[in-house]
């Protein structure tokens, strides 16, 4: 039932075992949704197999709660699945342990670096984000007042976390379901706006994809265009720092163009600038001056080369050439702004 069909066979029956020994040591237990308490850990191994994480971490993963809601001790896990094992799930044990209790931005900073500090093995860190998603993505089930603390927890500590590791697909996510959560009316106006300005733009959109498809294929740069919409959170906050009003963000859609290497990022961006106008002072390449991101590995391996464009509404457009991992893990992009 989960997808891992990456690992080879030896290790896919160490996951099942993981998996069958959880299911036991968690029998009778039930989430507040009513589902099976086992359900949250699978689904947390989950959100690692797209990862394409090793065993062991989706061993832990599924053993993740194993030590604080049941009978089973860390001593059990070490004799039964290795001390490798038994670690990260003791390292997810102590984080769970501590209380973040945020009052300012100050003591945010601290609770990530704590954080950051008690993780030492990557895999730590990456299984406590993805039960952080799970819990998030079933948060309807707790109480209003349980529901603004876990969000405001994910929206100060966690989002940040992934943001820093560079995880910006899981950041945009736990940003988005925390907004949805602390904010519901300003959620509901915001996603309203941007489903009638999608209207309103379709043709615009579809007539500057098809001409960056076409001058692309022109030039026989082997990429997929695709589009891609700014998260609500990410035009509420840019709503708030530079005081515009909705229609004043531009840059709602965006493309993401993916090629297969490097040199293919540089020369789609020279085909871009020659066909479409740069916008003065609006380029930058993190590809030659890295932004500063953490890079983690080697658990994760590094080799997509994406090319995200975003689109300005209103005949301008930015562009971003971003060069990712499997999932979303930047270690560099290029960025400009365009006008066409
Ligand atoms: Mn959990």
């Known amino acids: 039932m989960l997808s891992i069909d990456y690992l080879a066979e030896t290790e896919k029956s160490k996951v099942y075992s993981a998996l069958e020994f959880s299911s036991a040591a968690h029998k009778g ?8 308490y086992i359900s949250h850990p699978i689904a947390v191994a989950e959100i690692l197999t797209s990862w394409k994480l090793d065993s062991k971490a ?12 049941t009978h089973i001790n860390v001593e059990n896990i070490s004799s039964e699945f290795g001390e490798n094992i038994a670690n990260i799930v003791d390292g997810l044990s102590k984080l769970d ?6 009052k300012s931005q100050e003591q945010s ?11 030492r093995d990557v895999r730590v ?28 927890e994910t929206i100060e500590i966690y989002a940040p976390i992934a943001y820093r590791l560079g995880l910006n697909q899981i ?16 959620f509901h106006v915001l996603s309203k706006a941007v489903v009638s300005a999608r209207g309103n733009r379709k043709e615009i959109i579809n007539k500057i994809k098809k001409s960056i498809v076409e001058c692309l294929h022109h030039n026989q740069i082997k990429s997929t265009v695709t589009g891609r919409e700014k998260s609500l959170y990410s035009i509420y906050k840019k709503m708030l720092e530079k005081k515009l009003s909705f229609e004043e963000v531009f840059d709602i859609y965006g493309f993401r163009i993916t090629v297969g290497d490097l040199n293919d990022c540089y020369l789609a961006l020279g085909i871009i600038h020659q066909n479409f106008k740069p916008l003065p002072g609006k380029f930058k390449d993190y ?11 080697p658990y994760i391996p590094l080799f997509l080369q994406i090319i995200v464009c975003q689109l300005r509404y209103k005949f301008v457009q930015l562009i971003c050439i971003k060069l990712l991992s499997l999932d979303s893990l930047a270690i560099g992009f290029i960025k400009t702004t365009i006008q066409i």
């Open 58 to 69: 989706l061993c832990a993963a599924l053993l993740h709660d194993v030590v604080e809601d």
């Open 287 to 297: 590809i030659a001056i890295p932004k500063k991101i953490m890079v983690i590995n």
């Open 125 to 152: 860190i990456l299984i406590k984000l993805a039960d952080r998603l799970h819990n998030m993505r079933t948060l309807d089930a707790l109480s209003q007042i349980k529901q603004q603390e876990i969000a405001t």
């Open 29 to 36: 237990q039930v989430r507040k949704s009513g589902e099976d």
């Open 109 to 119: 900073e601290n609770f990530r670096k704590m954080f950051l500090a008690m993780s």
């Open 171 to 186: 950041y945009h996510e736990l940003e988005e379901l925390s907004f949805r959560s602390l904010y519901p009316n300003r």
């Open 97 to 102: 342990k501590i209380k973040f209790d945020t």
